[in-house]
């Protein structure tokens, strides 16, 4: 079954601070990975989309990173700001699947 | 551009009550999904329709149905409410259902959170 695994589960920062948020991952064969961010209330917005062949992809303070070949990714905050606070999901789609398999999140509260 | 758009943004229903929750787009996406998310649980796909006139079951589809009415509109029915079925549903589109590229990134709704007593 193709999971998607975030730790940590929650996490809290100050502001100014610099925070980095894991997915590890089984799908395959693998198309995609994407991170979601989620405010209270709201829907997921996209931060980032990396394909096999992508290994760091930035959006503004996000960069994101993606090993392959050990199916791990990870997101990184850096210089968080109190508008950071949200739950950020990650999100992989298989090539066959047609479908995405998301993580349960990590919810990140920063702190002033 | 309105995005993706929900009514109602809240519901409370009895057991045994049926609804439907609306989802539209504007964004002339072809493929269009329904999703439930559970306290500290991820999202759940519940139906997903990749073009107009196809729909297809996701992960969790027992007790729903669904109708694509058109390009632009994609309904969700609870025939028979359950307290199993409380939980905040989302309705997302993209431009196409997979293509392993920035069209097939998911465009989410503001959610509809549904509570069956």
């Known amino acids: 079954k193709n999971q998607v695994e975030q730790s940590p589960q929650s996490l809290i920062i100050l502001e100014g601070k610099n925070c980095t948020l894991q997915c590890n991952y089984t799908v395959s064969p693998f198309s995609n990975l994407r991170w979601y961010k989620q405010d209270t209330g709201r829907g997921p917005v996209s931060l980032t989309i990396?394909?096999?062949?992508?290994n760091t992809k930035s959006n503004g303070r996000y960069t994101a990173t993606l090993d392959a070949d050990t199916k791990q990714s990870s997101l990184h905050i850096t210089a968080s700001q109190l508008s950071d606070s949200a739950s950020y999901i990650c999100v992989v789609s298989g090539a066959n699947a047609g479908k995405s398999t998301f993580g349960d999140g990590t919810t990140l509260t920063v702190k002033p | 551009n309105a995005g993706v758009t929900q009514t109602p943004k809240f519901q409370v229903l009895k057991t045994g009550q049926s609804m439907t929750l609306q989802c539209a787009q504007d964004?002339?996406?072809?493929?269009m999904y329904w999703y439930r998310q559970d306290p500290g649980m991820g999202l759940r796909l519940i139906y997903y329709?990749?073009?107009?006139?196809?729909?297809d079951k996701g992960e969790v589809p027992n007790g729903y149905n669904v109708s694509r009415l058109n390009k632009r509109e994609f309904s969700l029915r609870l025939e028979s409410a359950a307290p199993s079925q409380t939980s905040v549903y989302f309705c997302?589109?993209?431009?196409?259902?997979?293509?392993?590229?920035?069209?097939?990134?998911?465009?989410f709704g503001p959610g509809t959170r549904l509570t069956v007593l």
């Open positions: 964004m002339n996406h072809n493929s």
């Open positions: 329709s990749a073009s107009e006139g196809t729909t």
């Open positions: 997302a589109s993209s431009e196409v259902l997979l293509a392993g590229g920035p069209q097939d990134t998911q465009y």
């Open positions: 990396m394909t096999f062949s992508e």
